[in-house]
């Protein structure tokens, strides 16, 4: 295949709610040019998009997937997205690098939360968006509605372009505003479109849908405003032209109707985005970081200048290795090509330049500028990484992914195989930086951070599959602290004769409560060399190794002032062993005089939710003994503030899934410890004694 200009290049991706239609969208434009010998199906596995197992098995997207193909002798390289808001990962990677999006609604169920939460990502990028709704021709569907949520939802932008002549089952016919024709569709057979004139029946509505769509184009530029007074009407032309430079300033939203499964709309799809979608050239520069200068700099899409491209996807294949999925944003790149990871400084050498139709790679001699194509075994570059020319260090701001809140304890099914997960879990991580691995210190724990349940489930089974491994779950242990109400003091004497030299130490020790967070201190007010100061340093380290082993349910004591004040000594039988006996011991009895508590660790909750859910989600809050520290307002969404124990953070986090659809988000940080109250106390210190 011949390197394709920035001119002649249309970068879409394909975005929407789960079961929107975007993988039956993007098998049937795949189809119609001819990317494809045949229409797949989900059900039979078959689509060009979805080919990984775990996606087979699902019947539903879980990876960002490239298909190209030729239309009206432009290159249009589609990504089609997973729907399943645990994979949004890969949605904002794929948007990353398009130049429009598309995103699709099923008319049976209207505007879903993936549908709002994709259009927050398209404002977070500043992309050309437009709509397509989907599945016109199954039951129960509603155009009309559909539009009336679109709008509600996202402003008076959006603006009909087609309408069906009839919906549900048998549908087949769509009238064009744009065009002002009728548009026939033969079901399921490719380059079957017929244009025609509007019936009578359907003429009145198309010509108030019509005036409506030239009214808002000629609202996206003065020159078209003044062109509509003049004449009170605007040429299809005008009304491309119009379209495109709304597209771009996101001044207009485009709404089209499709049938994908039947093949319905989708030509006419394509034409739209070859004509009204704009090519890297007419999107613009992409801004870059330039160290050297220290400063961020315009990148045109110039196939002379240097090169510059950018990772938005690494993955791993069986017999080929890992494979970077690219744009290149200047220059172009082509076997052979010496580049850096401006990140890194790492020279890499890139070996075969190949474009993709799903899993099937198609090798190219380049790729210019406004592409994205793939190579395959990079040395030490990944998502994220920019890789341009020697003396150039330029670098793509990353993109920013969802952050992962599910947390989830995972240990080895097998004995041994802690070092294959590690390797596993690194490699997957490449693949999909939206998950997180740490490892949990005070207990010896490794936890994974995930979007979700199907996520977290995802990684274990591709753990299994891909590198032979398999591991349990359970929960996150919590980090519980010990601290006191009061002041106490107690004596620790510890003596031992058994013949011979003897074992003798003595210590009075007060301890005092301090202010939340203050850690631990230990101090000493011993006169007089009661106690040697040469045992001293032994005195604070039994007190240090009983506070860090805890007293109450074995977990630190923290909060609290350890003082030595008193104590005795043997000339020849005390030793640091004796006094560090002694201190512990001292520090046990003063420590169960003081009023013991357990303290709790509390985060910070910052829920995002649709007004209607509010009440829903405090009751939730306040189920799971949180407490609410402040509400507040943006545009739809109702923002609650809270405070909640660390150990209800799992349960919310599904609570609020359930309750909201999803509809909802948040955010969470470490706050602050409180007392847990007694039942909670009496529960984890029986844990323990069990």
């Known amino acids: 295949m011949q390197a394709v200009q920035p001119e002649q290049l249309r970068n879409i991706v394909l975005t929407g709610h789960a079961g929107s239609g975007k993988t039956m969208l993007t098998e049937s434009m795949a189809f119609l040019m001819n990317a494809t010998n045949r229409l797949g199906s989900i059900e039979n596995g078959t689509t060009v998009s979805d080919y990984a197992e775990d996606e087979i098995a699902r019947q539903h997207s879980l990876n960002a997937s490239l298909v190209h193909g030729m239309w009206n002798s432009c290159k249009i390289n589609i990504i089609d997205t997973p729907g399943l808001l645990d994979f949004h990962g890969d949605v904002k990677a794929a948007m990353r690098v398009a130049d429009t999006v598309l995103l699709t609604v099923n008319t049976s169920t209207g505007v879903e939360v993936g549908t709002d939460l994709v259009w927050e990502y398209t404002r977070e990028y500043y992309k050309p968006t437009m709509f397509v709704l989907t599945k016109l021709d199954a039951d129960r569907t509603s155009y009309t509605k559909s539009i009336e949520e679109l709008q509600d939802h996202f402003g008076h932008l959006v603006t009909p372009i087609q309408f069906p002549a009839e919906e549900g089952l048998g549908h087949h ?152 999925y690219l744009r290149v944003f200047s220059g172009h790149i082509e076997t052979g090509h010496e580049l850096i990871d401006a990140q890194t400084g790492q020279l890499e050498k890139i070996g075969q330049v190949y474009v993709m139709r799903g899993q099937k790679k198609e090798p190219v001699e380049k790729l210019l500028a406004g592409d994205i194509g793939m190579v395959v075994k990079l040395k030490d570059t990944h998502t994220n990484d920019t890789l341009a020319d020697k003396g150039t260090d330029c670098r793509i701001s990353p993109i920013v992914f969802p952050v992962p809140l ?29 998950f997180t691995v740490e490892h949990d210190n005070e207990f010896n724990q490794t936890i994974l951070k995930t979007l979700g349940e199907t996520h977290l489930e995802t990684i274990i089974n591709r753990l299994e599959k891909k590198f032979n491994v398999s591991v349990d779950t359970g929960p996150v242990k919590i980090p519980y602290r010990e601290t006191i109400r009061s002041s106490s003091t107690a004596q620790g004497k510890y003596k031992k004769q058994s013949g011979g030299r003897g074992q003798y130490g003595d210590v009075w020790m007060r301890l005092e409560p301090k202010e939340r967070n203050s850690g631990f201190e230990f101090a000493s007010e011993v006169v007089g060399g009661v106690v040697p100061t040469r045992y001293l340093p032994a005195v604070e380290k039994g007190s240090r190794e009983i506070a860090a082993e805890g007293i109450l349910a074995g977990y630190p004591i923290v909060d609290i002032r350890a003082v030595a004040y008193d104590g005795s000594h043997h000339p020849v039988d005390s030793s640091e062993h004796a006094f560090k006996i002694a201190a512990s011991m001292a520090f046990r009895a003063a420590f169960e005089k003081a009023k013991p508590m357990l303290l709790e660790p509390y985060f910070t909750l910052c829920v995002r939710t649709p007004e209607q859910y509010t009440g829903e989600i405090v009751g939730e809050i306040s189920t799971k003994r949180g407490k609410i520290i402040g509400m507040d307002s943006d545009a739809r969404f109702q923002i609650i503030k809270a405070n909640i124990p660390q150990a209800s953070l799992r349960e919310f986090h599904l609570q609020m899934v359930r309750l909201t659809q999803s509809r909802a988000s948040y955010s969470c940080e470490f706050s602050h410890y409180e007392e847990a109250p007694p039942d909670i106390a009496n529960r984890i210190k029986s844990e323990r004694e069990a």
Not at 282 to 311: M, W
Not at 417 to 431: A, N, P, T, V, Y
């Open 173 to 324: 016919i769509i009238i064009d505003v744009l065009l002002m024709k009728q548009l026939e569709f033969d079901p399921d057979k490719p380059g079957s479109m017929k244009v025609s004139e509007i019936p009578d029946l359907y003429r009145k509505r198309a010509e108030e849908l019509h005036f409506k769509l030239v009214e808002a184009v000629a609202e996206t530029d003065e020159a078209l405003m003044n062109r509509y007074f003049e004449i009170g009407n605007l040429s299809e032309d005008e009304l491309r032209a119009g379209i495109k430079s709304g597209l771009l300033t996101r001044t207009f939203f485009p709404v089209f109707c499709t049938s994908p499964l039947h093949l319905i709309g989708s030509e006419r799809l394509l034409n739209a985005i070859v004509n009204l979608c704009p090519s890297p050239i007419e999107r613009g520069p992409e801004q870059a970081y330039c160290s050297a200068e220290n400063h961020e700099k315009l990148l045109q899409p110039d196939t002379e200048g240097s090169t510059v491209a950018f990772i938005f996807k690494t993955m791993s294949e069986p017999r080929v290795g890992e494979i970077s």
């Open 406 to 434: 599910l947390a989830t304890a995972i240990t080895p099914a097998a004995q041994g195989d802690e070092e294959k997960i590690s390797s596993g879990l690194h490699h997957l991580q490449e693949e999909d930086p939206s």
